[in-house]
């Protein structure tokens, strides 16, 4: 197994800190331990369960209430109330209403029914499966070790091989009241069994206290890790390599350019996010002989077929030649024939309640020699998605070291993707925010237009990228934003704009990183102020390279990958109203400020036949969080009109029409309107937020 290098799992239980805890608090504790190892489960995979005596609310007469993970949340991340709460009582008399295996999924409409203290937390359908389990406390798992066992077409018998009597074996089932209902009656004729592996699942274990419960499921995939780790010699996995890794800047630099190429092709409904992961599991299995193969019979356990498809897609890229050229090219003809292929499984399995066909894209690319791209509606679920694979990966190996890997039967991992509960679930999904799926690049990232754009995006379900010279306030904006909307959402590069080389980095770093760009705000800048005849050539110079040629170089940027997406975009240039009207003392701003106007007008011109609009935000003085007016700016514009530091931003706000400050997020505001779907029809405008200056208006 690829645990070797970790070994062994940690028992991390602290009797110290669980000694004062409450039944439920002990089972939150455990259940966050539990769930901080992906070999023990990956995010949102597995639960857990306490049945606890509490005073019922109404009689104050002491119950039996059942303590569940509720639908869709996560044992690492959850909290009390991401629990269930059902009266035990209730969940027996279920049985009543069971009409047979043809109808086990209306039973789920009977759990809230049972629910106890009115939670509003909707139970899961696995809740079956942990009330009929005769035992206070239950663990539901998906470890990998374990997983491996399930997966294996012995599993039976490696199952009792590795554990004898101690952990019994149920062939596959589909989550549901009638397999806790196979639970049940197991526990019933194996009184001393402490858990049971599901075929092609995972593994359920139980026990009548909360630490011994967590002791035993850590000591049963210990076992299993031992097992496979005494089995696993030096013998090639998965057949033995058939190609070699790129070097890592090689593989980086193969992502770059696949990665907006496969996105334009899948972001036909929504946008699309990217992950690459080009971990050492992931390379041993891109690059074997065996790998095809074993990735067309697609993932056994339904938690990691939820996340990463029937099966991924295998890119036609050869490592020996390193021909991107070819491999892209032939690209649409691989996408086309896997969604020709999705939909011929629809067909073929399709019942007649069966929800329409979803996206026929694949969720998982298998490059050779580069590594593993995903692609999902939103940055963490791509994560998500390539970690289940991960996941997947491991499994895959260690059932074929022991014996044949199996996946799900066809019509069975069909059932599951289009179940009309996972269904009903979808449906009931809050609808995408404004610019989900989007990624935007922000140059000045870290000053306070930068910051306060970054914010108004992330807030609407973007990704973004900030990118700035300088970097440790580049860490702390993209720190300060990743704590507010997720760390998921934002990254950061450090970039000059003024250097070709940097800036082709940075957005590399983005495509790897998102899988391309949707909207660029060009907002990097300074200032200076001088009469002419003291204005220096290298303060001409310093101007003209980052206002004007900065500009040039990141829309450059900008253009090339919105045209290798072929998504259209949106490009927003941070200018001036200095760029309209003339101000004393600054003609090397001014001057540049005008030239990003005229070049957004031409930029504007040659983007319109591929869906690229591109327009400008003209502010003025804006202070507040502005790096440029930090040091001899502000002392400058503030002798400039004979006045000073304090009274400078009065002073413009008096000037203005409407006598009102021009802040950050009056910016940020505007910026977010030229690149949201509202004004999917303006191009080659210009929005001044300066309060209104009548030497400024556009004629």
Same mark, same amino acid.
């Given at each position: ?487 998921? %959402? &934002?990254?950061? *590069? /450090? ?5 070709? =080389?940097?800036?082709? !980095? #940075?957005?590399?770093? +983005? @495509? ?57 975009? %949106? &490009?927003?240039? *941070? /200018? ?5 009207? =003339?101000?004393?003392? !600054? #003609?090397?701003?001014? +001057? @540049? ?74 910016? #940020? ?31």
């Amino acid at each position: 197994m690829l645990t070797r290098a970790d070994k062994r799992l940690d028992n991390l239980w602290d009797e110290s800190r669980a000694a004062g805890m409450s039944e439920p608090e002990k089972l939150l504790y455990r259940s966050n331990l539990l769930g901080s190892d992906k070999r023990i489960t990956n995010y949102g995979g597995g639960n857990t369960s306490a049945k606890v005596r509490a005073p019922d609310p109404l009689t104050g007469e002491e119950v039996e209430v059942l303590w569940v993970k509720g639908s869709g949340g996560d044992v690492g991340s959850m909290t009390l109330d991401g629990f269930a709460t059902l009266y035990m009582d209730k969940l027996r008399a279920l049985k009543g209403k069971y009409r047979g295996p043809d109808h086990e999924d209306e039973m789920v409409g009977y759990l809230p029914h049972c629910t106890f203290d009115l939670n509003p937390r909707a139970a899961s359908i696995d809740t079956p499966l942990h009330a009929y389990v005769p035992r206070r406390h239950v663990d539901h798992m998906h470890p990998d070790a374990i997983i491996a066992i399930a997966a294996a077409a012995e599993s039976q018998a490696l199952t009792r091989e590795i554990f004898g009597d101690e952990i019994g074996w149920l062939p596959w089932r589909r989550p549901g009241y009638e397999l806790g209902l196979w639970l049940e009656a197991f526990c019933r004729d194996n009184p001393d069994a402490k858990g049971v592996v599901l075929g092609g699942h995972g593994l359920f274990t139980w026990d009548d206290d909360a630490r011994s419960c967590y002791d035993l499921t850590i000591d049963v995939i210990n076992r299993a890790i031992d097992w496979f780790d005494a089995r696993d010699g030096d013998g090639p996995a998965f057949g033995g390599a058939r190609h070699e890794s790129l070097e890592p800047d090689v593989r980086r630099a193969a992502a770059a350019r696949l990665m907006p190429a496969i996105r334009g092709f899948v972001s036909g409904n929504q946008h699309m996010v990217g992950h690459f992961d080009d971990s050492a599991a992931v390379l041993e299995f891109v690059n074997a002989r065996d790998m095809p193969d074993l990735a067309a019979l697609g993932t056994s356990c339904p938690d990691h077929f939820l996340r990463t498809k029937i099966r991924p897609l295998v890119v036609a890229f050869d490592p020996g030649t390193g021909d991107l050229d070819a491999t892209l090219a032939a690209l649409p003809d691989q996408i086309a024939d896997y969604r020709d292929g999705y939909a011929a499984y629809y067909d073929r399995c399709r019942r007649p309640d069966s929800p329409p066909m979803r996206d026929p894209n694949a969720v998982v690319y298998l490059v050779p020699g580069v590594g593993m791209i995903t692609f999902a509606k939103d940055k963490a679920t791509a994560r998500i998605s390539a970690e289940f694979y991960v996941n997947a990966i491991n499994v895959m190996r260690g059932a074929s070291a022991v014996s044949t890997y199996t996946g799900l039967p066809e019509q069975e991992a069909f059932d599951i993707e289009y179940w009309l509960l996972e269904e009903a679930k979808l449906q009931r999904m809050p609808q995408p925010r404004a610019m989900a799926g989007r990624v935007a690049v922000i140059t000045g990232g870290a000053g306070g237009i930068g910051a306060a754009t970054a914010a108004r995006y992330l807030a609407e379900g973007a990704c973004v990228m900030l990118a700035d010279i300088d970097a440790d306030a580049l860490e702390d904006t993209r720190a300060k934003l990743a704590q507010s909307h997720g760390a998921d %959402a &934002v990254r950061s *590069v /450090a970039m000059d704009v003024t250097d070709e =080389a940097a800036v082709a !980095a #940075a957005f590399a770093d +983005t @495509a790897v990183a998102f899988g391309g760009v949707d909207i660029l705000v060009s907002n990097a800048g300074i200032a200076s102020s001088a009469a002419i005849e003291d204005t220096t050539l290298e303060l001409w110079s310093r101007n003209m390279d980052i206002l004007a040629t900065g500009y040039f170089l990141v829309a450059r940027a900008a253009f090339r990958t919105l045209r290798a997406q072929n998504m259209g975009g %949106a &490009v927003v240039f *941070v /200018a001036s109203k200095n760029g309209l009207a =003339a101000s004393p003392n !600054a #003609a090397a701003y001014c +001057t @540049a400020k005008a030239a990003e106007i005229h070049l957004a007008r031409c930029l504007a011109l040659e983007g319109a036949e591929a869906g690229i609009r591109v327009n400008v935000v003209n502010p003025d003085a804006v202070l507040r969080g502005s790096k440029i007016w930090q040091g001899d700016w502000l002392d400058q514009r503030a002798a400039t009109y004979g006045t000073d530091k304090a009274g400078l931003e009065e002073m413009y706000r008096q000037r203005s029409l409407l006598k009102r400050p021009v802040l950050p997020e009056d910016i #940020a505001e505007a910026v977010y309107f030229l690149a949201s779907d509202a004004a999917s029809k303006s191009t080659g405008n210009i929005l001044n937020v300066d309060a209104g200056n009548k030497e400024a208006f556009p004629r």
